[in-house]
């Protein structure tokens, strides 16, 4: 896995960012294409994934197969471009991208610039532990009382931390790929993640395990909390309409197999 990251940050440092405008015959997603299994970066070009504008690379995840099942409902061609996470809201508002599908969670402070339709994914928040850590054997978040916990930067994730008690809240960091390498160097004692993400982590770093909760012995959320939603410019209501509408005929058994497909297939 760290190669393959490697490799693709160097492809997508080397590439051309060429600006980008929608048309009718076209829609144009923003994610980072970096956090599996919602979204990464491959080379090959799939069933499933899409070229992502101006790189070598494709995107996929389930993301992507929302975002491609929106376009063909829509009855346009899907563009993909790779934003950086504090970037995708600027992205939006410029008119760059008409919409952001990258896991992002519908938050009030959000809401004040953008608008969000009805979730299209519902997770757990779980952490993130070496297996030889000390913390391998919690069962409740009061386990890590005096532990180093990091997050992503600018996600509810990094909100959660201070739950936990005595916590040496750490950094929070841009990417999960500079999470999961802070857990693995021993900086932190844990990481902050949504469960599809974090199983992805542990499949691909076998020295890592997940910390999941019972009911109540967990992070305290509301059901917005660990949700993610499609999130548009505020002046777009017909387009907010019309997603919506899409996403009321896709069951919850369908989501469920998406991300379990998306799962198995993400790169190692």
Known sequence: MKKFLVL???????????????????????????YAPFNWTQLEDTDTSVKIEGNIGFCDGYDITVASTIASELGKTLIVKQIAWEGLEPALASG?????????????????????????????????????????SATQLSDFTGSKVVAQRGTFHDTLVPQIPSVTHMTPLATFPLLVNSVMSLEADALVSEAPVAIS???????????????????????????VSVALRQSDTELLASINAILATISSEQRDTWMADAIARQPE
């Open 8 to 34: 693709i940050t160097a492809l997508v440092a080397l590439a051309a960012c060429a600006p980008s405008t929608s048309n009718e015959e076209t829609i144009i997603v923003g994610l980072e294409c970096d």
């Open 201 to 227: 982590i542990v499949r691909n770093n076998p020295d890592l395990t997940i910390i999941r909760f019972e009911e109540g012995q967990g992070f305290q959320t509301s059901f917005e909390d660990t949700t």
């Open 96 to 136: 760059e991208i008409d919409m952001i599908v990258a896991g992002m969670t519908d938050t009030a402070e959000r809401r004040q610039r953008v608008a969000f339709t009805t979730p299209y994914y519902a997770s757990d928040m779980v952490l993130v532990v070496r297996k030889d850590s000390t913390f391998a």
